[in-house]
């Protein structure tokens, strides 16, 4: 490796070790872990939207599957292609593409997350190794001026992101309300457009089979009204 790649790699694998290390200490009980209540409630509430949206998006697209008009409508009936496009093609469009919009934010958030509790633990390693060189019995003024520059900027980084995600989680889990309002209002705004289509055509039905028991009075036909 040339050497700024070198030192990068270097530096890289300092980091996971100390990470590791920090961990491992804390779950010793050697040192304490830093605790953000109201992101944890956040970050519980962002899991459990995941899963809620990603279900609603699967059950969803089982939902088309078997509500399609290809088995509900006949082909043999009047105005089936141009119904099955456009009340299919209107469904798809706006509930799932919009369920799928939706949901695919998820993964950006959860990165974030997961950065963010790397950076809590290089904060935790930075804050825990100032303290040991602040207590030490033989005092060392440029190691402890250096430690003092690594938790200022891994604290910088930590609650710069921490903040960052206190503000956004809450209005992403807000935002789920309105997704699933208009999913829902979709469905049902469709759906109802496909029952008055229907409705048409029964009574059109209704008209041709009447017609049809008048050329053929001396056959026995039944009909019910729509």
Known sequence: LAGGAAGLFAKQVQKKFSRAQEKVLQKLGKTVETKDERFEQSANNFYQQQAEGHKLCKDLKNFLMSETLQEIYSSEWDGHEELKEDYEEKLAD???RTMENYVAQFNEI???IAKRGRKLVDYDSARHYLEAVQNAKKKDEAKTAKAEEE???AQSVFEDLNQELLEELPILYNSRIGC????????????DVFYREMSKLNYNLYEVMSKLEKQHSNKAVFLVAP
């Open 94 to 96: 706006q509930a799932l």
């Open 110 to 112: 959860k990165e974030r």
């Open 151 to 153: 938790f200022n900027k």
């Open 180 to 191: 699933y309002v208009n999913i829902f209002q979709n469905i049902s705004n469709l759906r």
